[in-house]
């Protein structure tokens, strides 16, 4: 199966139909790169993928499992998907190691210092494992940004869905950011990225796709897209 299926997705929050009969097919190790206006339904999209929103009609799979209202297949899509957020949703009160240890303990009922080990491996690849005893205040925007992804990968997802990821930074600590992903995506993880750096989808992105109004507008190869007249 697709790493990710949509087909015929629509959404609405209350009266406004915020997708519209969205489709997407994302096949293991493919690079997506989501972008188009504020409001136009992005990052809504990437959260009905995780089922951090439901959607109305329509049909989301991610590695052949159904999104339905079963809990169980909740629970396998959670395992499957990793996430990233624009503001990077680190526990303030946690040391760095302690966020990306905690979660494989609560859902994966790991014992304390298998997490920790896995924790330490992760840090070490976004480069960071010097900071695993400080805690998110002490760090720059970028490191924790690279705190969040790590404490993703420990939870060893299939896919990876950035939402506009490197959006809250300050200028200086995009590229560090971008780098930790361009390494990922390097090492052959299937991601959806929601960004406004162009540079970035160029490099990576296997297909880009553009959303207006909750539409899929356009999609295609990031070179296709950027010579376009
Ligand atoms: P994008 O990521 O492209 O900026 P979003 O998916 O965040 O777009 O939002 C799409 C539209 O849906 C926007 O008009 C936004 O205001 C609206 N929206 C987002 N979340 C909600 C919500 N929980 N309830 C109502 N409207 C929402
Ligand atoms: P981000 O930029 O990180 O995607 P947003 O500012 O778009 O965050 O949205 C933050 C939260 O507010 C989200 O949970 C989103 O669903 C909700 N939200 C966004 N727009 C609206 C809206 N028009 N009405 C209600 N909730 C909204």
Wanted: net charge neutral; hydrophobic share 40%.
């Amino acid at each position: 199966p697709n790493a990710i299926e949509v087909s015929a997705l629509d959404k609405w929050y209350g009266n406004f139909h915020v997708l519209k009969n969205i489709a997407l097919s994302v096949a293991a190790g493919e690079r997506i790169v989501v972008c188009g206006p504020s409001g136009s339904g992005k990052s809504t999209l990437i959260r009905c993928i995780n089922r951090l929103e439901e959607h109305q009609q329509g049909r989301i799979s991610v590695n052949g499992i159904a999104l339905n209202d079963s809990v169980k297949n909740l629970d396998a899509i959670r395992r499957e998907v990793g996430m990233v957020f624009q503001h990077f949703n680190l526990f303030p009160h946690l040391t760095v190691k302690e966020n990306c240890a905690l979660p494989q303990i609560l859902s994966r009922g790991k014992r304390r210092r298998e997490a920790e080990e896995m924790a330490m491996h992760f840090l070490g690849k976004v480069r960071i494992p010097e900071q695993a005893d400080k805690y998110p205040g002490q760090l720059s925007g970028g490191q924790q940004q690279r705190v969040a992804i790590a404490r993703a990968l420990c939870m060893t997802p299939k896919v990876m869905l950035f939402d506009e990821p490197t959006s809250a930074l300050d200028p200086e600590m995009v590229k560090e950011v971008l780098d930790t992903m361009v390494t990922l995506a390097e090492e052959g993880m299937t991601m959806i990225v929601v960004t406004h750096e162009m540079g970035f989808a160029r490099k990576v992105a296997d297909r880009v796709v553009f959303m207006e109004a909750g539409q899929v507008i356009e999609v295609n190869e990031p070179q296709a897209f950027f010579d376009a007249p």
